[in-house]
């Protein structure tokens, strides 16, 4: 009989990933205390393997130069010294009567190594019946292969979905975008990345 070492487990542990996903609220910030919570809440987020914000500002380009510092306040913050990437949405706008309004804003997919984001896409909209509905905030997909996982189950599709509030002005087009999202999905494989 032959006698197994102490340390050497009994049950190969599976690789495992960890998400997490907020509205960050384009970033509304002006008192020092919320600068301090935000960069707690990094360090938190900085351990997680995908991190999603949805509605980032998207001021001309300053989002970009945003997003880059966030990428690197979760590397700072990551224990292990891992480096994160990211990539964004196509800036959107909520339409109202037709109308743009308020301040355009992105999805921000953030991934840390070995991680890959592979592929991204916006979706801006889509149709339902004869119509062609635009989503407010356009949804990103991203494809990700995490090599930590088979081969055979290494790529993993991510959609961010931020939807108008359920408040009486804009249930309707919440719902109406919802049921064009759901209708349309089947026929979206080019924003799944031609992926199932």
């Not at 919320?34 to 001309?60: G, K, N, P």
């Not at 891992?82 to 991934?111: D, I, L, M």
């Not at 292969?145 to 993993?156: G, H, M, V, Y």
């Amino acid at each position: 009989t032959e006698i197994i070492p102490e340390d050497v487990p009994l049950m190969q542990r599976q690789p495992a990933i960890k998400f997490a996903a907020m509205n960050i609220l384009k970033f509304k910030t002006g008192r020092e205390t919320e600068t301090e919570q935000f960069l707690a809440l990094m360090r938190i987020l900085a351990s997680m393997d995908v991190v999603v914000f949805s509605e980032v500002a998207a001021t001309r380009d300053e989002h970009h130069k945003q997003n880059e510092v966030f990428c690197q306040l979760l590397s700072d913050f990551s224990s292990n010294g891992a480096k994160f990437t990211c990539v964004s949405s196509t800036p959107s706008r909520v339409y109202s009567n037709g109308e743009a309004t308020g301040q355009p804003e992105v999805h921000v997919v953030f991934a840390r190594d070995p991680i890959k984001i592979m592929a991204h896409r916006t979706w801006e909209g889509s149709a339902d019946g004869d119509d062609l509905v635009t989503f407010d905030h356009a949804p990103l997909t991203v494809l990700l292969e995490d090599p930590r996982f088979d081969e055979s189950c290494n790529q993993i599709v991510l959609t961010s979905v931020h939807l108008p509030p359920g408040s009486s002005k804009r249930v309707n087009a919440r719902d109406r975008q919802l049921n064009a999202m759901i209708k349309g999905y089947p026929a979206e494989s080019g924003t799944r990345l031609g992926q199932a």
